[in-house]
């Protein structure tokens, strides 16, 4: 099967296909577009082989939580007719130190100024991480991929 026939099936169960390209320019840099149109560019650090053109993937990553959590919060916030007047994510990742590195555990802060209950506060926090952050759910997806090299055959690969 084909990437894009994997694509394709995977559809048939219900998805939403969201696509993203990027481009190599050199060393450890990627660039490409977002969906939305947004330029986007990730670098590898300098110790390991970058020129720190960008964020490099993993930094990404905790901000995508980030992001992730925080528009949950304060939409989930909105909907109980609270709104902040200052509002703060900080996250902290403690990463493997044997390869694939990943992050084992990410401690999110959120701080949070205003007329805000306590218990409402608790609650949009809570629903985000438990139920609405399709990104910090994403960090545990089961994997799949395909290549094709040289512009040869495209091969899927077993992960299992």
Request: glycine share 10%; with cysteine; aromatic share 8%.
């Amino acid at each position: 099967m084909k990437f894009n026939d994997l694509m394709d099936f995977q559809l048939k169960r219900g998805g939403l296909l969201v696509e993203l390209k990027m481009k190599w320019e050199g060393k450890r840099a990627f660039t490409g577009v977002t969906p939305s149109g947004h330029q986007l560019i990730t670098d590898g650090l300098p110790e390991f082989g970058g020129e720190g053109r960008g964020p490099a993937p993993m930094e990404m990553l905790l901000g995508t939580v980030i992001g992730c959590t925080g528009i949950d919060i304060i939409a989930i916030l909105e909907k109980m007719r609270l709104v902040p007047t200052d509002f703060h994510v900080e996250a902290k990742g403690d990463r493997a130190q044997s390869h694939p590195r990943r992050y084992r555990d990410i401690y999110l802060h959120y701080t949070v100024i205003g007329e805000i209950p306590e218990d409402k506060l608790y609650r949009a926090i809570e629903l985000s991480l438990n139920k609405y952050c399709a990104v910090s759910y994403s960090l545990n997806a089961e994997l799949k991929a395909s290549y094709s090299l040289n512009g040869g055959d495209q091969v899927i690969m077993d992960l299992d």
